[in-house]
């Protein structure tokens, strides 16, 4: 009963916890970018490396608005101009399939009469400027309230020992999301460029704007992959007279994606996440079910929070133990830094 209250729970409450869960990850992340930039550059004081981390975080956002607004339109204009064809591969499957032809594109939506979607579609953007407007909120203020943590922990946790273990289990988490965070933007912008060669030497339109999409995608565990393989090959059939080159996008998509999804992903991965495959496809099905693209995108960082934390309870530990890859739910990451000052009692 306590589990079904609490799915319940967390669907009901899926406006309020994600843009707060989002604003946590992208704040684990500027913090994570900020402590490289001190190793990197000891003379800068915190403030300053916080400072530009944030800088480049903004910088980062500020382009991808831009790639997303320029190339989002050519490849609207791609699409228009593509219509014959499209109408064509309709009619053609529709004849295999022995159905009756829809005609065209605009007859579908015709037919579909959009207006009717107009207000739906209206809500959906604005939830989405809404939602990504309390993200930078929340971020906003987690950043500037991030050095009164660990004054907080000491107030939490009376005895030494108490708060040493809180650290670690917080170093042990942070670790584990940090390195997947990386992992993921590392390999992501392999096979987003390599991709991008593959659709550039095809002669695809809007490459560069497919090898973006590409990256985005590969955040989603499984599903993300296969997107990433299959939608170029599709417009590709759109766009070129046979099969030859977009069966060659295909395969050479699925290659690049095999390759360095199963042959680089494990040996920089290693034991980081210690996460058993079937549980990453089902907390993809569990969190995409509860809070949809947003739980899809947060599915493994959540699962692993999960499993460190029922680890240290003997209660749920079996549970912690059944999530792992290998039965120790407690080797994950690097392997944690030493616990800050913070566990002796001092700020």
Do not use: C
């Not at 003379?43 to 991808?64: D, Y």
């Not at 399939?97 to 979607?117: E, K």
């Not at 971020?139 to 309230?145: D, N, R, S, V």
């Amino acid at each position: 009963m306590a589990v079904i209250l609490t799915g319940a729970s967390l669907r009901w409450m899926a406006g309020i916890l994600t843009p707060v869960l989002l604003a946590v990850f992208l704040a684990v992340m500027v913090d994570g970018l900020s402590r490289v930039i001190r190793r990197k550059a000891p003379v800068l004081p915190q403030g300053a490396s916080l400072f530009a981390a944030i800088a480049i975080f903004a910088m980062a956002m500020i382009a991808l608005g831009a790639v997303v607004s320029v190339n989002g339109q050519e490849f609207v204009a791609s699409l228009t101009q593509a219509q014959p064809k499209i109408n064509l591969m309709i009619n053609q499957g529709a004849h295999l399939l022995h159905l009756r032809g829809p005609g065209s594109v605009d007859h579908m939506l015709r037919r579909l009469d959009p207006t009717q979607y107009l207000g739906a579609i209206a809500n959906a953007v604005e939830e989405f400027a809404s939602n990504a407007v309390l993200v930078l909120i929340y971020l906003g203020f987690l950043i500037a309230a991030r050095h009164t943590f660990e004054r907080k922990a000491v107030r939490i946790f009376r005895s030494r020992e108490a708060r040493q273990d809180a650290v670690e289990v917080f170093l042990h988490v942070r670790d584990g999301i940090e390195r997947y965070l990386w992992i993921q933007t590392v390999l992501g912008l392999m096979i987003a460029g390599a991709s991008w060669a593959l659709l550039m030497a095809m002669g695809l339109n809007n490459a560069f704007f497919w090898a973006f999409v590409i990256f985005i995608v590969n955040y989603i565990p499984i599903i993300g992959a296969a997107v990433a393989i299959v939608l170029p090959a599709l417009f590709g059939l759109a766009q070129f007279d046979g099969y030859a080159r977009p069966l060659i996008i295909l395969a050479g998509l699925f290659a690049i994606t095999f390759v360095i999804g199963n042959i680089l992903l494990p040996r920089m991965q290693g034991n980081s996440l210690n996460l058993d495959p079937f549980v990453v496809l089902f907390s993809l099905a569990f969190w995409g079910a509860l809070w949809g693209l947003t739980g899809m995108f947060l599915s493994t960082p959540l699962t692993v929070l999960t499993m460190v934390v029922l680890a240290q309870f003997d209660s749920t530990r079996w549970i912690a133990v059944l999530l792992s890859a290998d039965g120790d739910p407690q080797k994950l990451g690097r392997g944690s830094e030493r616990a800050p000052d913070v566990a002796l009692g001092t700020t």
